[in-house]
């Protein structure tokens, strides 16, 4: 019989609404029910695509007599870290600053009050590596709540309070300088991966937002060594395993340093991310690799993770069936030679195991290798590699495909419209474009109510429960933003506009300007989580800097700009001493720094020389330079205002710094004054 979980729009919870586990949604019905019946409450957090969330969900959730043993002692509580961000990151902080280590599953036990007392992440079956059994962990703090209480209690108030002590140092309230950001280019070389790109070592994970900083700093110092580290990072990730050789596409991170084996999981923010980056590299240098990959993964995302209403599905799963009935990491993505034998006969799979750098040891599990594209000399005959490309795709499709996570969220689906616009803008795609409309309209049909609050997530056209968190509010900002630019329609800067007012009045403390990832009037946790650092997408902080950087420049709207420079003084503390981990906050103090620069291009819009000046500003490498186009007279974007033609012919602004250039109608001229 289902559980509760059974109503719930989450794909992760609906996964476990048939466990035997009498599971509850977070929700204060659930900690009333701890304090009538006093139990403790397991809190297990996860998402869906998280291979060891599957593994004890089998193991333990799904096991009879572990799920009556919880039921008789605990509340148990399911929460999917994607819908609600601000309870994983209140308790991972806890995790990580008892045991030094967190990940997914998380597992905490915690008061009625909810605060936490014990720990962790997977627990096995049975005792293993000197780790204890889930069992095991269940009796010892079954006992321990009902023998020694009191001092339990204790605990949980200690860590709630050690928790409330864990302000972060966010130094002062200015923008970082020429030598923060030159210091934090120093210190991202010291960590730079020479022989494979990328920085650090093992597990590495695609590091989206320092190569977004790399080439804006190199479009605005110049710095060779500073677009080389972007441009390697960039070439050997999309010849690695970490890239769908086949279909396009990311996966979440790579096993091994060189990016040979991925953990086979694609996430819409990750690839939504490198979609733009790999644009930007083009912009940057021709790359034809560059170009390539970013219309590739653009395609991906449409082709495997659009949804029926036009939004974009957060992730495809790590497992499928290997066609046995058994479900294994990889099993849709990876090649044996004797599949490659029967899909191409004996000569093309000879040729494609030599293209793709197939070994007969394999490189990843039992014989079978991912496929890669390896540095090499030889040359190949691109129509035959063409073939077996082709033909390779459609035996795969034949797979049993990894499961899809059907829900919206937000902050993502920003991402994705953001990226997918400027690649439609800059390839001649106007179907990616349309995209990204889709995308952006579902946004505001269904996510945005009447106040224009946000809500986090939706699934199958139907709105979630939970509140959108500063991350939403920033990256759907940013979709929009980026679409005013490539569309010249005003109504997608009016909706930036409503979300960032939010930003300023719910999500930034009045005194210090710092800003908190839950709104003012959200739900209260036992802490209000504030994290201005990178992870898997930009922090909700650094993004909102960004957005609103952006929005100033388009409006000349004062108390955004202000807001930003009170904002990137975390940037100015952090960024030389931990790069890799405020990519993108380093990134918009770049085009601080630069202006950035404001771009209005007036003129028919139909005409041939208004697109070409269009499209010259759109591809232009100055950091953060935003763009406006229309019609002489328009009023769709505050920068077209007073813009007259000259001669009569389509003409284009640049100003910076409230000084404007001569107005120009030479797209050669325009370039000129959009470089260094």
């Not at 050789?245 to 990750?270: I, T």
Request: with cysteine.
């Amino acid at each position: 019989m289902p559980n509760r979980l059974a109503h719930e729009t989450s794909p992760y919870l609906l996964q476990h609404a048939d466990n035997p586990v009498d599971w509850w949604p977070w929700s204060a019905d659930a900690f009333e029910e701890a304090r009538r019946s006093g139990k403790p409450v397991l809190l297990s957090v996860g998402y869906s695509s998280c291979h060891w969330c599957h593994v004890m969900a089998h193991e333990s959730f799904e096991d009879q007599e572990t799920a009556d043993y919880l039921n008789a002692h605990f509340v148990s509580v399911k929460v999917d870290r994607e819908e609600r961000p601000d309870v994983d990151a209140v308790y991972m902080e806890a995790v990580q600053a008892a045991t030094g280590q967190g990940g997914w599953p998380m597992t905490v036990f915690l008061t009625p009050d909810a605060e936490p007392f014990y720990f962790g992440t997977y627990f096995p079956p049975a005792p293993r590596h000197g780790s204890p059994s889930f069992r095991q962990v269940l009796e010892g703090v079954h006992s321990a709540w009902t023998d020694r209480r009191g001092e339990v209690t204790e605990v949980a108030e200690k860590i709630v309070r050690d928790l409330a002590g864990r302000e972060i140092a966010f130094g002062d309230t200015q923008a970082p300088g020429e030598e923060d950001l030159a210091g934090a280019l120093l210190g991202l070389t010291r960590d730079y991966d020479a022989g494979h790109g990328g920085f650090g070592g093992a597990p590495k994970f695609p590091p989206s937002m320092a190569v977004e900083f790399l080439l804006r700093h190199h479009a605005r110092t110049g710095s060779e060594g500073a677009l080389q580290m972007a441009a390697d990072t960039c070439e050997r990730m999309a010849r690695g395993g970490i890239y769908d050789q086949l279909g396009g596409g990311f996966a979440r991170y790579s096993v091994d340093r060189e990016w040979v084996v991925p953990h086979f999981e694609k996430m819409l923010y990750d690839n939504a991310l490198l979609c733009r980056v790999y644009a930007h590299l083009w912009r940057s240098t021709g790359s034809d690799l560059a170009r390539r990959v970013a219309l590739e993964t653009a395609d991906f995302m449409v082709r495997e993770l659009r949804t029926n209403e036009g939004g974009f599905a957060s992730a495809l799963d790590a497992d499928s069936d290997d066609g046995s009935g058994r479900h294994v990491e990889g099993a849709y993505y990876v090649w044996t030679p004797a599949q490659l034998v029967e899909v191409l006969g004996e000569q093309d799979a000879e040729l494609a195991a030599d293209y793709f750098g197939m070994t007969e040891e394999g490189t990843f599990e039992e014989g079978a290798s991912v496929l890669q594209l390896p540095q090499s000399e030889g040359v190949f005959d691109a129509e035959r590699i063409a073939s077996i490309r082709a033909r390779l795709l459609e035996a795969r499709g034949e797979r049993p495909a990894p499961g899809r996570d059907d829900k919206v969220v937000a902050a993502w689906n920003g991402l994705a419209v953001a990226a997918l616009a400027e690649t439609g803008a800059y390839f001649d795609r106007p179907d990616l474009i349309e995209a990204a409309l889709g995308a952006a309209d579902l946004l505001v049909r269904l996510h945005l109510d009447e106040h224009a609050r946000l809500a986090r997530t939706s699934k199958d056209g139907r709105v979630g429960a939970n509140a959108g968190v500063l991350e939403d509010y920033a990256d759907v900002s940013e979709g929009f933003l980026a679409l005013a630019s490539v569309t010249g329609e005003g109504v997608w800067l009016e909706f930036a506009g409503f979300l960032l007012d939010h930003v300023l009045v719910q999500f930034t403390d009045e005194e210090s300007g710092t800003l908190y990832d839950t709104a003012a009037d959200a739900e209260k946790l036992i802490r209000r989580p504030q994290d201005p650092t990178d992870n898997a997408t930009p922090s909700g902080w650094s993004a909102a800097a960004g957005a609103l950087l952006s929005y100033a420049a388009q409006t000349g709207a004062e108390p955004h700009r202000a807001a930003v420079e009170r904002a990137l003084g975390v940037v100015k503390a952090l960024g030389p001493r931990a790069p890799r981990f405020i990519g993108w906050g380093l990134a918009t103090a770049e085009a601080l720094l630069d202006g950035p620069r404001e771009v209005a291009v007036v003129g028919p819009v139909d005409d041939p020389a208004t697109k070409e000046l269009h499209r010259a500003a759109l591809l232009a490498t100055a950091p953060g330079a935003v763009v406006a186009m229309g019609a002489p007279g328009s009023d769709e974007l505050p920068l077209l205002a007073e813009r007259l033609l000259v001669s009569g012919e389509p003409t284009a602004y640049v100003c910076r710094n409230f000084t404007c250039d001569a107005p120009t109608t030479d797209v050669d001229r325009l370039r000129e004054a959009l470089g260094r």
